[in-house]
């Protein structure tokens, strides 16, 4: 047994002196003042394909690429999506360039309508699900009016509203999962990629910066099937063309919701709250920069909140070199009368870098999968959409692994673990016979060690912690991860990540029986999971149910 513990304690040498990190790179003062914090990049392997006008959805560490174009501008009818090092392709049901998407309440995702034929034109009647679980399409039924250009939103119900359009008449429809595709009523003039928003539990309402045929609509705000009203605030900041995130990735509380949006004069950015149907500014420190640290103008788009983590982050791109930056805005403190605080981040563009919707990861980390060309220089963005990238790359805004290190650090540890197990042969034969009478129980001190981590997790509730690591556990154990790892495999045949998921189910199974009156997203979020799409996955995968059909059997 004493050979055995100090070859696994020189197993663990070798991996922990694999994991030394680095900040992320050096603070800039560009000229305006504004401190920039250079990201690090890491480089994915390329898509097996190179699309944009895709959607990408990102389901803890799994990406998922969804339809698009690709060169010489020809729709795709394939999904890829990124695990264990490598992309994998899924065929879908049909193209979906420029085509919506919803991510419904059990975590699958509802994609629908989109130019079916090449260079975008057209428009499409089909639906289909994607089920993340066994990286599938199934058929959803045929949408009551051909549309692409358009937009989605899912209510708690389940049900999800559709509406826009491009060059054809626009209304809005419903969906359902019992029932499918239902028409609503004609939208005049109509929409292209609208803003869907509830305003309330009973109004939802639809803007955007232009109507199914390109014109201008700043200042217009429709309430489904009721009224339109005007708001001049859209007048002087218009919102940005809204294609690439879900409602609820622009939601910071109840009711209220955060877009980008330009002055009308193009000059500045800022970020436009809409709570409970009221449009206002958000109160920011100091607004988003409009240069970045070389001074070159930017141009701010896409938008997207990290609800849990209290951030919402902005998208930006320098077109001269192909720069792209994020600011990352702490909001909490704008609901008691204060003013968010920003900080700015940057990376150059290693030459490939596509034009596109960079999506956040865990642990504040930004993932951009494919997309256009743009064209250098040019201000504002001129794209190519016949030139289409496979590249995809990961973008670091805080410490990340140096590889140099590693690779010092895995010589360094196996030259540690040939010297240890070399000792282990010499040690074993020289107390062989001692071992027998001073035998000590090492099963008993391990058992012991996995009561102690699982009182830890219990008593501490660390489970509940969204970001929790193996790290976090060994620390406080006065041990290493790479030992809690064997332990875990040697005593109960899981891995970490499982063993924490079933605190996390059975955490959920307390709260959906004991409060009925939780949300299932307030459930998911109190018992630790990242997103809502992962408790879904998690819960089902443990309990063969969805939380609402565990909480109607139960």
């Known amino acids: 047994m004493k050979h055995t513990l100090l070859i696994t304690l020189a197993a663990a040498a070798i ?134 250009l358009s937009s989605a939103l899912t209510l708690a119900d389940g049900s999800v509203i559709i509406a826009g359009n491009w060059m054809a008449d626009d209304s ?94 193009g000059n500045e950015a800022a970020i436009i ?72 981040f940057y990376a150059d563009n290693p030459g490939d870098m596509p034009g596109g919707a960079a999506k956040l990861l865990p642990g504040e980390r930004m993932v951009l999968a494919g997309g256009v060309a743009w064209e250098k220089g040019q201000i504002p963005i001129k794209v190519d959409y016949f030139k289409t990238y496979s590249s995809a790359f990961i973008f670091h805004t805080g410490p990340v692994e140096n590889k140099v290190m590693h690779l010092l650090g895995l010589l360094t540890g196996a030259l540690a673990a040939i010297g240890l197990m070399l000792a282990a042969m010499f040690i074993s034969r020289r107390r062989k016979a001692r071992q027998a009478a001073a035998n000590v129980d090492e099963a008993g001190l391990t058992r012991n060690l996995m009561e102690q981590m699982s009182a830890l997790i219990e008593e501490k509730e660390l489970f509940r912690q969204k970001n929790l690591r193996i790290n976090d556990v060994a620390s406080e154990l006065a041990t290493n991860k790479t030992y809690i790892s064997v332990l875990l495999n040697s005593m109960s045949g899981e891995s970490f990540t499982s063993m924490i998921t079933k605190y996390r189910v059975e955490y959920a199974q307390k709260l959906l029986r004991e409060h009925p009156e939780m949300l299932v997203d307030e459930v998911a979020d109190a018992a630790g999971f990242s997103s809502r799409t992962s408790f879904f996955r998690n819960f089902k995968a443990v309990t063969g149910m969805t939380p609402q059909e565990w909480r109607k059997a139960d």
């Open 15 to 148: 991996l922990t002196s694999c994991s030394p990190s680095q900040p992320g790179g050096r603070s800039v003062t560009a000229p305006d003042g504004t401190q920039w914090q250079q990201m690090t990049v890491e480089r994915l392997p390329d898509l097996n394909v190179s699309r944009a006008n895709h959607r990408t959805v990102v389901f803890g560490e799994e990406i998922l690429v969804l339809g698009g174009h690709t060169e010489g501008y020809k729709p795709l009818e394939s999904a890829e999506y990124y695990a264990d090092g490598a992309w994998h392709t899924v065929p879908m049901l049909y193209s979906h360039a420029n085509g919506f998407a919803a991510q419904l309440t059990d975590g699958r995702i509802l994609i629908g309508g989109g130019s079916p034929e090449d260079f975008g034109i057209g428009q499409s009647w089909g639906a289909e699900i994607y089920d993340p679980a066994s990286h599938s399409f199934s058929p959803a039924g045929i949408m009551a009016h051909k549309r692409s």
């Open 172 to 265: 809005w429809e419903s969906w359902t999962p019992d029932g499918g595709f239902s028409d609503g009523s004609p939208l005049q003039p109509g929409w292209s990629c609208p803003y869907i928003l509830p305003a309330s539990k009973d109004d939802i309402i639809i803007f955007g910066p232009y109507n199914s045929h390109g014109d201008d609509m700043s200042g217009v705000v429709e309430h489904v099937g009721v009224v339109k009203d005007y708001v001049p605030l859209l007048e002087d900041w218009r919102v940005s063309h809204h294609y690439h995130f879900f409602p609820e990735n622009l939601q910071i509380a109840d009711y209220t919701y955060v877009v980008p949006a330009i002055s009308a004069s």
């Open 273 to 344: 709250k809409v709570a409970s149907g009221e449009f206002s500014l958000l109160e920011m420190e100091k607004p988003l920069p409009v240069q970045d640290p070389d001074g070159k103008p930017i141009e701010w788009s896409h938008l997207q909140v990290d609800r849990p983590a209290r951030l919402i982050w902005v998208q930006g791109f320098e077109p001269e070199e192909g720069r792209i930056c994020f600011a990352r805005i702490e909001y909490d403190a704008t609901f008691d009368g204060g003013k968010a605080t920003s900080t700015f």
